[in-house]
Structure formats: structure tokens, C-alpha cells
């Protein structure tokens, strides 16, 4: 029998990873990784303002190095099996573009410009024009364009980044003629499809980011944001009307790209999407199974069906979508805004000392790996009690429930005894906290969670992490088995759009991968966790007053 194989490509925050699987079974063939070498510099950020930006270059060169490594590590005659190539970015990561489609910093007068580059998924230097969005929506006197993203406009998104960039840099504003989504910008240079008014734009990016929906007819009416800004007077003429979901194909490789990585002009692309929606496909996600992307942030996916949430508006997550995970059902959107990285910047700050020592590099890496799992070994061997310090995990702001990118962290109940794999312990229940404040979001406005589903690099790597999770959720969860799961939900989308399968459902049960692991909640502490919960939505009401006020 011939092979098929599709590739599965996964811009994530640091680096792409593609990965060539089967189409028949969903088995890896072979993978690669390439870290942004301008991002690794720390080039064109400024984490004091809150400013992450990444250069188009960066996105094009690992992605071209990354699936010729792919390629060169598996069999003989692969490349001609190749039938798809599926695509996720983080989002939402826009970017103004010209007339043609290309990013302002491919050209030589934004080549060192943070403003004309893609402002990363994390960037919350639109703080306050979230909070314009948000007032004018309410009182504008016409239809409340945020009713369909949880009635909270965030500055994680499209529309504030884009009114932040052209209020504070008049030359972007002037050259900018459109604006694209990461996710949909590669498949638009891989097909050679850049042109803004003509390429396919992800429903995922458009229905969660953009306050897209087809009941107005695409994207919020000139009268709603001109009215915002005059700034954006005319925008929505040069953006888009009509979406498509990821099982879509958004054209063939051009002759360039084809020629680049060492690929047949034939190969279908497919529409892009963003990473949690196409892992939460990877990991085979089935109505009302919450689906948890654990990395750096969270990401929470769940699906239901269309008929069943009719005339239902979830308040306070970031979005219902009709086919922004699967084609059919209702994709909703919720999640963290740091969750790993709330471990990582707990590691960082002890490693301070080490890091300007002079260490030599590779005994520096070699820590920063060992840090954290000493600390999670350590931290499960602790008690939980009933006076244990409580945090709020809002290092980076709060996704969900209503996103409010003002909000800071805390710590309360510390005194001396607290050493660091205690400190530890509070910071992970923490995010354990956040995760359940997402559940308690979605059955308050009448979305029942059936299951748990666990994926991503914490997910996989830190058991301590998932059982934490599980006791303070109290409820199982499965982990799913692939080590690259979004991966493979791009490469199912991929193969769906190739025509190896009819769908995206029929992708998911031929190329799934089942799950590994199940976490059962441990009853011992499942009571304790409640009292310590109650603590936490006490602390974090303090908090609100304190730094953000009130969503």
C-alpha cells in the first residue's frame, strides 16, 4: 500500500515544531523543532511594557529549516508521500500588512519596527484599548458586538492590538493597508494566496478574536468602528467577510515554497487555526469534554452541539464559535493567562544568583531542566491543611472568567517555615484554582463539563502539576497519549483537506492516539482543596479592587 503522510506545523511561543505522521494510523514519522532566533535574542520586546513581538522572518525561516530537518530524518521517498500540510500559531498574533498581503517588517523601512511585526498572543500593551472597546460596545446604542466572546473584549486580541498600533505609530497606521492573523499568513505565503481581500481567514481566529459572526454578517459594521476610532474608518472593507474552518484547504504549495522544502507543488495547505483549537482536535475532544492545553498559558476547549446551545450566551470566556473546532459543533473558549509560566518565573527567580555567576551555559541549562522537577518531587510529599498559604495566579492578568489583563498576583499566609518547595506547592495550586474558576464559569451559565482532558508540555511532564489539578477540580482526567498533539490536529486537518479523509471527525478516529494516563482525585484532599478554594476567590476579590477593578 502507498503511504500518505501529512505534516503537522506548530508555531508555538519559542519555536516551531513540525511533525510528519501517517494519514492512515496517526503514527509520527519524524519531528523538528527550531527555535526564532530573533525572539531568542529578545529582540523587539520590552516584558517591562508588556510588549512581545515577533519578525515574520523568524516564522519563515524555522519553518523552511524545520521541515527540511523533519524530512531528512525520515525514510527514503518520503517528501513525494507528502499529501497535506496543516498550520497552528499562537493567537491571537496580528500583523499589518500592504496591499499584496506582505508584513510591514519585510519591507526596508519597518525592518526594525516592533509595531510592523506580529504582536505575539502575550502582548498586553492594548490594556486600555480593551477597555474602550469594551465601554463603547455597551453604550454605543446599537448592537453589543462583544455578546458572542463572553461579553469582555481583551487585550490579548485583534481589534485592541490593532487600535493600540495606530494610535501610538502614525507611520504603521498610514502604511498599513490591511491586517492578518498569524495562522492565516502562512498558509497565504505557502499557497502564494497573500492578498488580504482574497485570502481564506480562519474561522477560529475570526469568531474568537474578531468579533466575527455570521448573524452580522462578518465582522462589527463601519458605523461600530469608526465610531470606536476614526482611525479604523474604512478597515472592515479591507479585511473580510466570509471564514472557514480547518478542515478546509486554503490552496496548493506555490512553485516557490514548494521548491524551498524540497515538496511537491500538489500538496494541499490547509486553513490555519490556532494551537489549543487544533490540539483539542489531536486529542480527539467529544462534547462537553474539556479539553486543557497546558503550556506556558492555558487554553480551554470544549464543544457542544449546535442545536443545544441555541439561544445560550456563555458570559465571561473568550468565545463561542460554530466550527472553530470541529465543523458542527460549538467551539467555546476559555483559559489562563499563566500557567506554566507562573513555574518558570519561580524557577528564574532562584536561578538569579547562578545566572550572573559566570556558570558556563551548558551548566546553566543543565539546572534550569532539574529545578523544576526537584521542586515538584519535593511538593508532593507535602501535607495539604487547612492553613496553608494561598496565591492568585494572575502573574500575567486573567483570561478567564472575564478577561482583565489589569489584574496582579498575590500571596497571602507566608511566614518563615515557607521554604521553596512549599512556596512551590502554593504557586501550583494556584493555577489549579484558576482552572476551576474556568468549570465553575462554565456550569454556572448551564455548560456541563462530562470530562477532563489534559495536553500540552505540563500536561506530560509534571505529574505533581496534574494530580494538584485533578484533587482541587475533583474530578478524573485523561492525558492524551501523543507527545505532540496540536501537531497532530493540524496534520488531521491536513489530511481532511487532502481528501484522504471526509472530515475532520473521520481524521480524528483514523489518526488519533488515544490516551496514557488517567489522574484520579484523591479524596483525602479533595475537601481541603474546597475550604482553600473559598480562600482563593477571597483573596482574588481583594485583588480585584486593588489592581483592576471590578470586570
Not at 133 to 162: C, D, L, M, P
Not at 174 to 181: G, K, L, R, T, V
Request: with cysteine; proline share 5%; charged share 20%.
Amino acid at each position: 500500500m502507498k503511504h500518505q503522510y501529512v505534516i503537522g506545523a506548530d508555531f508555538g511561543t519559542d519555536s516551531v515544531r513540525t511533525v510528519i505522521f501517517d494519514a492512515e494510523n496517526g503514527q509520527e514519522i519524524s519531528s523538528s523543532i527550531c527555535e526564532y532566533p530573533r525572539w531568542k535574542q529578545g529582540r523587539y520586546c520590552d516584558p517591562s511594557q508588556n510588549q512581545f513581538r515577533q519578525h515574520p522572518l523568524d516564522y519563515m525561516e524555522t519553518l523552511e529549516k524545520s521541515i527540511k530537518q523533519s524530512l531528512s530524518q525520515a525514510p527514503a521517498k518520503t517528501a513525494e508521500a507528502i499529501l497535506g500540510i496543516g498550520i497552528d500559531t499562537t493567537g491571537s498574533t496580528p500583523c499589518a500588512v500592504d496591499k499584496k498581503g506582505k508584513p510591514l517588517a519585510l519591507s526596508p523601512e519597518f525592518k526594525d519596527n516592533p509595531d510592523g511585526m506580529f504582536i505575539l498572543w502575550k502582548d498586553h500593551t492594548a490594556v486600555e484599548e480593551a477597555e474602550d472597546i469594551n465601554q463603547y460596545a455597551e453604550t454605543w446604542g446599537g448592537e453589543n458586538y462583544t455578546k458572542y466572546i463572553g461579553g469582555v473584549y481583551s487585550s490579548e486580541w485583534f481589534w485592541a492590538k490593532i487600535l493600540h498600533v495606530i494610535r501610538k505609530d502614525d507611520k504603521v497606521n498610514q502604511a498599513a493597508y490591511s491586517w492578518i492573523e498569524h495562522c492565516d499568513w502562512m498558509p497565504a505565503i505557502l499557497t502564494d494566496t497573500q492578498n488580504p481581500l482574497h485570502m481564506k481567514r480562519s474561522r477560529c481566529a475570526a469568531g474568537h478574536k474578531a468579533m466575527w459572526h455570521a448573524s452580522w454578517k462578518g465582522l462589527p459594521p463601519e458605523s461600530f468602528l469608526s465610531g470606536l476610532d476614526s482611525r479604523l474608518s474604512g478597515m472592515r472593507s479591507r479585511l473580510y467577510e466570509q471564514t472557514f474552518t480547518a478542515d478546509n484547504s486554503a490552496g496548493t504549495l506555490s512553485a516557490e515554497w514548494a521548491e524551498r522544502l524540497g515538496l511537491p507543488t500538489q500538496v494541499e495547505v490547509s486553513v490555519g487555526a490556532f494551537d489549543a483549537h487544533l490540539g483539542a482536535v489531536g486529542a480527539q475532544i467529544e462534547p462537553y469534554h474539556l479539553c486543557k492545553v497546558m503550556g506556558t498559558s492555558t487554553c480551554d476547549m470544549l464543544i457542544a452541539p449546535l442545536e443545544e446551545m441555541e439561544g445560550k450566551l456563555i458570559s465571561g470566556i473568550c468565545g463561542q464559535v460554530d466550527g472553530s473546532i470541529l465543523p458542527g459543533m460549538l467551539g467555546m473558549e476559555a483559559g489562563q493567562s499563566s500557567f506554566g509560566d507562573v513555574y518558570a518565573w519561580f524557577r528564574d527567580m532562584l536561578l538569579f544568583p547562578l545566572k550572573n555567576n559566570g556558570k558556563a551555559e551548558s551548566k546553566m541549562a543543565k539546572l534550569t531542566n532539574a529545578i523544576l522537577p526537584a521542586l515538584s518531587q519535593a511538593a508532593e510529599k507535602l501535607s495539604v491543611e487547612p492553613d496553608d498559604p494561598i496565591a492568585v495566579d494572575w502573574l500575567n492578568g486573567r483570561r478567564t472568567p472575564y478577561a482583565n489583563q489589569r489584574l496582579k498576583a498575590a500571596v497571602t499566609g507566608l511566614d518563615l517555615s515557607i521554604d521553596a518547595p512549599r512556596f512551590y506547592k502554593t504557586l501550583v495550586e494556584s493555577t489549579a484554582f484558576g482552572a476551576r474558576a474556568i468549570v465553575d464559569r462554565f456550569e454556572a451559565e448551564g455548560v456541563p463539563i462530562k470530562a477532563i482532558i489534559g495536553l500540552g508540555g505540563v500536561a506530560k511532564k509534571n505529574p505533581f502539576v496534574m494530580q494538584t489539578l485533578c484533587n482541587v477540580l475533583n474530578r478524573s482526567m485523561r492525558i492524551a497519549r501523543s507527545e505532540q498533539t496540536v501537531a497532530l490536529g493540524s496534520a488531521m486537518a491536513a489530511a481532511t483537506a487532502a481528501g484522504i479523509y471526509p472530515s475532520l471527525k473521520a481524521a480524528q478516529k483514523g489518526m488519533g492516539q488515544g490516551f496514557e494516563t488517567t489522574f484520579q482525585p484523591d479524596p483525602a484532599r479533595t475537601e481541603i482543596y474546597e475550604a482553600l478554594y473559598k480562600k482563593y476567590q477571597e483573596l482574588g476579590g481583594f485583588m480585584e479592587k486593588q489592581t483592576g477593578g471590578e470586570s
